[in-house]
């Protein structure tokens, strides 16, 4: 009798042992079905049920709650959320430099919300390891202007200096140009680089008064720098070029590749005169 009751007793227990991971299968995959799903807040639930149970993708589970909380627009909540995951030290790289850039966005939404507080997370992201989280750390914090955005000057140089990404170095350069015009400068390649032995290197305006030697207007704007102005003009401004006859996609390479050459010479009724070229 007491070997029948030990054997009944040891089969109890292994029961619920064999159950449990396909119990844990089954909580995972409603888990990732309720996200994709776009049901956040019973995702999260069931996300959190998954960490709970200590086994099997119970650290992944960590960022997965961030990211409903981030689809929920809980942004200090998520923030707090990433937060924990990258201090539970993932092992999924991946997953980890998205819970990293998911915080920088988080932050710099709530920098200009005016929670000012969260400014630290965007400075340290700054010196990440990865260059993926540094680049995007400093594309968001140029996006905070002048003085706040200056510490992210250094990587935008980075960015010129070392990528060859054409999108990513024309956001560089476009955030360069919003904080620090002198940084760009000096992190451009030389104009002679730039526009090959042919090309044009600078855009020239110069605007006299009447009976006056000198000009009273002198401009001296790289073409490369009104390329990116150019290459940023809004829709509605090139829907206008293209009623008065410009194609805007094709007329500024072609003016690049024209070279040194007189665009724009006027003599005004008043006397003065306006004169624009490119050398």
């Not at 350069?173 to 104009?191: G, I, N, Q």
Request: charged fraction near 30%; glycine fraction near 6%.
């Amino acid at each position: 009798m007491k070997l029948l009751v030990s054997v009944l007793t040891a089969m109890a227990l292994l029961v619920p042992a064999a159950a449990r991971p396909q119990d844990d299968a089954e909580t995972l995959r409603n888990a990732k079905t309720l996200f994709f799903d776009r049901h956040y807040a019973e995702a999260r639930d069931a996300w959190q049920e998954v960490h709970s149970a200590g086994r099997g993708s119970a650290g992944d589970a960590l960022y997965w709650i961030a990211r409903c909380s981030e689809k929920l627009g809980e942004s200090e909540r998520a923030l707090r959320e990433y937060g924990a995951y990258l201090e539970s030290r993932p092992s999924d790289r991946t997953l980890r430099e998205e819970a990293k850039t998911s915080r920088v966005a988080l932050s710099a939404k709530l920098y200009k919300s005016g929670r000012r507080q969260h400014l630290g997370v965007l400075q340290e992201a700054l010196g990440d390891s990865s260059k993926t989280v540094r680049y995007f750390a400093a594309l968001q914090m140029a996006g905070l202007g002048p003085k706040v955005g200056d510490p992210a000057v250094p990587v935008l140089q980075e960015i010129l200096r070392n990528e060859t990404d054409e999108d990513l170095v024309e956001r560089a350069k476009l955030s360069l140009l919003r904080l620090d015009r002198s940084a760009l400068a000096e992190a451009s390649p030389p104009p002679a680089t730039r526009r090959g032995a042919q090309g044009a290197g600078w855009i020239r305006v110069r605007i006299w008064e009447e009976g006056k030697q000198k000009p009273q207007l002198s401009l001296n704007l790289p073409v490369f720098l009104a390329d990116m102005v150019f290459k940023s003009l809004p829709d509605e401004a090139r829907d206008e070029l293209r009623e008065e006859g410009f194609d805007a996609n094709s007329f500024w390479e072609r003016l690049k590749r024209s070279g040194p050459t007189d665009i724009l010479s006027i003599n005004a009724e008043d006397g003065s005169r306006i004169e624009i070229w490119i050398e």
